[in-house]
């Protein structure tokens, strides 16, 4: 680097690089119920995908996903 100005450049084009990947996620009111409904839903036809994804595709806060993929996995209809 070769000046204080250049490293600040730098720094702000990589945080403008990385606000431009953002994405902001709207998360919904779900019930259990209907929150377990709309996951298995959405995992038909898909042989993996992450929770954090689920989540995000759903609109689902992320303990609430969690928490309906542990209760799947212990009835055996989804592996971890």
Do not use: C, N
């Amino acid at each position: 680097m070769r000046s204080r100005t250049e490293f600040v450049e730098r720094a702000v084009e990589t945080y403008v690089d990385e606000l431009r990947e953002a994405r902001v996620v709207v998360v919904k009111e779900w019930t259990e119920a209907k929150a377990r409904a709309a996951l298995l839903h959405f995992l038909k036809g898909r042989p993996a995908t992450y929770v954090t994804d689920i989540a995000e595709a759903l609109g689902m806060e992320l303990d609430l996903a969690f928490r309906i993929v542990g209760a799947l996995g212990k009835e055996g209809k989804v592996v971890g």
